[in-house]
């Protein structure tokens, strides 16, 4: 993946890890900050170069938001209140942003990216 190569040195970032026996998922570029502002100084940034991204908690909502409903036993446990019931897996998605991986990309966009993250996070 030339977005991960072109990113792969640079200091307090980290790429997610694809669990063993599983397959990576190519649709998206997951990256671990160091916190949740610089997390969402990468969200400003990127697309600024015309790369969409949003920080794991947003897509966690829009996308996963009603899996809440749906978890009664959580909901149950929570006391219909699972909104806070993670807070320690809402911290780690707070340090991510994810960016989509598209199929026709500029050659340039790699190194645009590398610029972005490097002005995101102040390397």
Not at 27 to 32: A, I, R, Y
Not at 35 to 57: D, Q, Y
Not at 95 to 118: C, D
Request: proline letters at 4%; aromatic letters at 4%.
């Amino acid at each position: 993946m030339k977005r991960r190569s072109a990113i792969s040195d640079l200091s307090k970032i980290g790429a997610r890890t694809v669990p063993e026996n599983w397959l990576e998922a190519a649709d998206s570029l997951v990256l671990l900050v160091h916190n949740s502002e610089k997390a969402t100084r990468c969200r400003s940034e990127l697309p600024k170069i015309g790369v969409s991204t949003e920080t794991l908690p947003d897509a966690y909502i829009w996308h996963f938001g009603g899996i809440r409903n749906r978890m009664v036993e959580l909901n149950d446990y929570h006391g219909r209140n699972s909104a806070n019931s993670l807070p320690r897996s809402t911290k780690i998605l707070e340090r991510a942003v994810s960016s989509t991986v598209g199929v026709r990309l500029s050659t340039n966009l790699p190194k645009e990216i590398r610029s972005a993250l490097i002005t995101a996070l102040a390397l």
